[in-house]
């Protein structure tokens, strides 16, 4: 035995679409949390800068994520669909995402801290 797995030539399982689907529903709900934090900072700024700049930040930064997370699901689905080997994981996107999430749990809470 050589070690390799052979690609099957049998029906693709709908489990592995749906998979894809679910992933990409996940990271657009984390982005439209984040968006809508990022659209409350930006609301209640008032005439404070640091609440404003960090909403706006993380509104964009939540719509980048949002293209690059439907990037990669076209780019999985074009990977079962060929049955292309390899991984499909993605490592570089949920440290990106996790990075913004604390971005924003720190921005929230100094925009309570002066707003308070």
């Known amino acids: ?25 996940h990271w657009l709900h984390a982005c439209v949390t984040m968006s809508s934090v990022g659209m409350v900072l930006t609301s209640i700024s008032g005439n404070e800068l640091i609440p ?14 949002m293209w690059y ?5 076209l780019w999985r689905m074009e990977r079962i669909a060929s049955r292309g080997r390899g991984r499909v994981d ?11 999430m604390v971005v ?12 308070a």
């Open 1 to 25: 035995m050589s070690g390799q797995s052979s690609v099957t030539a049998g029906p693709l399982e709908p489990k592995l679409f749906y998979a894809n689907e679910r992933t990409f529903l």
């Open 52 to 65: 404003l700049i960090a909403g706006i930040i993380l509104s964009v930064i939540s719509v980048g994520l």
């Open 69 to 73: 997370a439907f990037g990669r699901f």
């Open 90 to 100: 993605d490592p570089f996107g949920p440290l990106v995402l996790a990075g913004a």
């Open 104 to 115: 924003l749990l720190i921005a929230s809470a100094a925009a309570t801290i002066l707003h």
